[in-house]
């Protein structure tokens, strides 16, 4: 385990010097990132304040509350984005080019190199987004922190994550099988998009599929709502949601691992 903690970081020590080489690549990029959600935030702003108010189950949501869900749905999301981009080339090109010849002549675990090869200092720009926004419309909101609730958003973070990227491999894994899985892994990405607004405004099939299928809904909606007004069900507490969440992440990298061992196996160069 220690030989393959130190091998990712010297992994990822190249990565970045590599990038490092195009500084103003780089900086463009973080830049573009930055500037694309903003304006995002933006349209959401516009949008809210063209209706009289946004309800779910209820609950109003103010401007300010609905600008601290679409920060907080940036977190998960940039630490993912960190750690896990190559995932995206080995679903649209990697396989179909046989790019991947390489990898599986290295003594090393497939998955395991795909992690190293690329640390994407574009999920700052997210991350740096995502923590303005809670600052910000955290500051003109009335929230009654509590260890429970912020324990909660840490876990529901971190945990959070991983479930982003083990759906990414699961989705990735099938490019070995069909040689591109791309639009398919677009398709489920773009659930994430739903979580920025309260959930509750959806019709009930797709709250059903952001909660049982791609459980965006748990990680992002519920422990905001569960912040600005209570449980979303009466047995459902932060620390009840804490423990489902990291189940939940727990399962889904479970079924990532077997899922991408079982696809690797189906792996076909382009004999180019």
Not at 124 to 153: D, H, Q, R, Y
Request: with cysteine; aromatic share 18%.
């Amino acid at each position: 385990m220690g030989h393959y903690i130190k091998l990712y970081f010297l992994c990822i020590k190249r990565s970045i010097i590599a990038k490092l080489e195009y500084k103003k690549d780089t900086l463009i990029a973080l830049f573009s990132f930055v500037i694309a959600n903003l304006c995002s935030i933006l349209s959401i702003y516009f949008l809210v304040n063209s209706i009289p108010a946004l309800s779910e189950n209820g609950n109003n949501w103010s401007i300010y509350q609905i600008g601290f869900l679409y920060g907080f749905s940036m977190i998960p999301v940039g630490i993912d984005h960190l750690f896990s981009d190559e995932f995206w080339l080995v679903a649209y090109r990697r396989v179909r080019n046989g790019t991947l010849d390489p990898v599986f002549l290295r003594p090393a675990p497939i998955m395991f190199q795909i992690f190293a090869e690329t640390f994407q200092p574009e999920g700052f720009g997210e991350l740096i987004v995502g923590t303005a926004m809670l600052i910000l419309c955290g500051f003109n909101t009335s929230i009654n922190w509590s260890f429970p609730l912020i324990f909660m958003l840490i876990v529901a973070s971190i945990f959070g994550a991983i479930i982003i990227t083990s759906l990414k491999i699961i989705f990735s894994g099938l490019a070995f099988v069909f040689k591109t899985s791309g639009p398919l892994l677009q398709v489920v990405y773009n659930f994430i998009s739903y979580t920025k607004y309260p959930i509750g405004i959806y019709p009930y099939f797709l709250r059903a599929m952001l909660i049982f299928i791609f459980p965006f809904g748990i990680i992002i909606s519920y422990p905001i709502q569960t912040l600005f007004f209570g449980n979303v069900y009466s047995w459902l507490n932060p620390w009840t949601l804490s423990l489902i969440i990291v189940v939940v992440a727990i399962l889904f990298f479970f079924i990532a691992i077997v899922s991408w061992s079982l696809c690797v196996k189906k792996y076909e160069s382009t004999g180019s």
